[in-house]
């Protein structure tokens, strides 16, 4: 193991701004990107769920 | 009887472009107006202008082409003439290429005429002018034949000149780059032979493929 | 990889349940992947000698570079194949493939500048592959911008797929011409290229980290694929039957 401590690890050597920025950042994207998937995919899924409740509906319901 | 259908469309797209003589001058002026808006932006200093003369003339050329590409097939789209190209006996590559040649001998050339006059506000010298003339005189056929391209793509299109802008400026990144290349080469004594003939490099090709890409394009937009 | 007898899987319907099986495993390698990166690069890899601790970006730059690349590649190879057999997954996988790939191009010129700053001391270099980068997000801003823009799916893949196409092919024009360009004019030879000399520890995470991305990438443009599906075909009975779309 390299880090002595984790208050080294965080500051690594100084360039903790660019280091964690950067790993910061790519995390997030990441996360947002999964997030934003995983959402699209339930407003399909909801969208076709109503469309069928109602494609289920006894025609008098509609009438 | 391909090669009269070739000129009877490349008469066509020149009459068409001589009687709407202020949508081409349009794109002219703007050529014009931005190579002067740069010094205003800079500063009168000549040196300076001088080292950024290529660059910005360039970039004045490409944005000057970059508006009048949506002229390009809009109107044929509209009226019918274009699904007409499409079904002609004649190859649909063939007549593109004649409107790809009526484009820049309308929008393209004047471009290159105008370059050294403008290249004298920015104190280019008298060889600086030559090479910055004969860049674009290769350079220019380039942007037509690679922005047409675009066009094609974005037909019909909402946003259509802003997208067409975002398309096709990235794919003209290498005329750019070895177009005031020319200029810089020359300015600094290494003669821009490589750069002429890397310019050439690239519109061989293009003139080959462009007109059967823009068919391609073209008959998407179309169905 | 995923072109396991292509043509049986090309029908919509097929490769729902493919992929539906398949992007789990990818997900969970991606984790495992990215773990193993992450920890070998930053708890086990020495430090730089010339760049200290501020070099271990390279263990997201790197990878996320790679990827942008390696996406856009793959969405020229999908367009090619759409074009060619006139498939409409082909469209799907390309559509898919694009955020992720523009998510990657910004991240290598995201974390590009913050390695560059410490370094050299600028947020920008106008290093040739840098450079490069930036244009290449420029083309998948001009896909996805493109492809928005056209309502009818069918043109809008299309046209998508030949934008694609002529994107990657001048992809080599485009570096080449930068290359030159940055040679020729940069002064002292800055180049975020030079990576310091690879300590085999560092060549194994920054792999890692590569491998974690690509199978992140799969996993999650399988996941879009099955989206998109939904959304296209969802006229289509065999929707309407699916357990999921149940009320």
Redesign the interface.
């Known amino acids: 193991m390299r880090w002595n401590s984790w208050a080294e690890f965080w500051a690594m050597g100084g360039y903790a701004v660019y280091v964690w920025g950067s790993v910061g950042v790519t995390a997030l994207l990441l996360a947002v990107e999964v997030w934003q998937a995983r959402w699209a995919h339930r407003v399909v899924l909801n969208q076709l769920k109503a469309e069928q409740a109602v494609a289920q509906l006894p025609v008098e319901e509609l009438m | 009887m391909s090669g009269t259908a070739f000129m009877a469309v490349l008469r066509r797209d020149l009459l068409l472009a001589m009687r709407r003589k202020s949508e081409v001058l349009t794109a002219v002026f703007f050529f014009v107006v931005v190579a002067a808006l740069f010094p205003l932006g800079i500063g009168p200093e000549l040196n300076t202008l001088r080292l950024v003369a290529p660059g910005v003339l360039w970039v004045g050329a490409l944005l000057s082409s970059m508006l009048a590409l949506q002229r390009l097939f809009e109107a044929d789209y509209r009226d019918g003439t274009l699904e007409q190209m499409a079904l002609s006996p004649t190859p649909m590559s063939l007549l593109i290429s004649a409107k790809l040649l009526a484009h820049w001998l309308v929008s393209g050339v004047p471009l290159v005429l105008l370059a050294p006059v403008l290249g004298l506000q920015f104190d280019l010298s008298a060889d600086a002018l030559v090479t910055l003339t004969l860049a674009l005189l290769l350079g220019t056929p380039v942007l037509s034949l690679v922005g047409g391209i675009g066009a094609a793509l974005t037909l019909g299109v909402r946003g259509g000149g802003v997208l067409l802008s975002l398309l096709v400026l990235p794919l003209f990144i290498p005329v750019l780059v070895f177009g005031a290349g020319a200029v810089e080469a020359q300015a600094s004594g290494l003669g821009a032979q490589a750069h002429f003939s890397i310019l050439m490099a690239m519109l061989l090709p293009a003139a080959f493929f462009s007109p059967f890409a823009c068919a391609a394009a073209l008959r998407i937009a179309l169905e | 990889m995923k072109n396991i007898n292509w043509f049986h899987y090309a029908a919509p319907q097929t490769f729902y349940g493919l992929a539906g099986k398949a992007w789990p495993w990818f997900a969970v390698l991606a984790t495992l992947l990215m773990v193993a990166g992450l920890w070998l690069g930053?708890?086990?890899?020495?430090?730089d000698f010339q760049q200290?601790?501020?070099y271990?970006?390279i263990f997201?730059?790197v990878p996320?570079s790679w990827m942008s690349m390696v996406i856009y590649l793959a969405m020229a190879f999908w367009s090619v194949l759409g074009?060619t057999f006139n498939t409409r997954l082909s469209g799907m996988m390309t559509r898919a493939l694009a955020?992720?790939g523009a998510?990657f191009a910004?991240?290598s010129l995201?974390?590009g500048a913050?390695?560059g700053?410490?370094m050299w001391g600028a947020w920008w270099v106008w290093d040739a592959r840098l450079t490069s980068e930036l244009?290449l997000f420029?083309?998948y801003?001009?896909y996805i911008?493109?492809t928005s823009?056209?309502d009818d799916t069918?043109?809008s893949d299309?046209?998508g797929a030949?934008?694609a196409i002529?994107?990657a092919i001048?992809v080599p024009?485009?570096y080449?011409?930068?290359k030159?360009?940055n040679t020729?004019h940069q002064g002292a030879s800055v180049s975020l290229t030079k990576a310091p000399s690879m300590a085999e520890i560092m060549l194994w995470s920054m792999l890692l980290m590569a491998l974690a991305f690509w199978f992140?990438t799969i996993a999650?443009v399988l996941?879009?694929v099955?989206?998109l599906i939904?959304?296209r075909e969802?006229h289509a009975t065999w929707?309407?039957e699916l357990e999921?779309?149940?009320?």
């Open positions: 930053f708890a086990v890899a020495p430090t200290g601790e501020g271990r970006i997201v730059h996320a074009l955020p992720t998510m910004f991240l995201w974390t913050l390695w700053k410490p244009i420029f083309l801003l001009g911008a493109l823009a056209i069918r043109r299309r046209a030949l934008i002529v994107g001048n024009i485009i080449f011409s930068v030159w360009w020729l992140y999650l996941y879009r099955r989206t939904l959304q969802s929707v309407h999921e779309v149940k009320p």
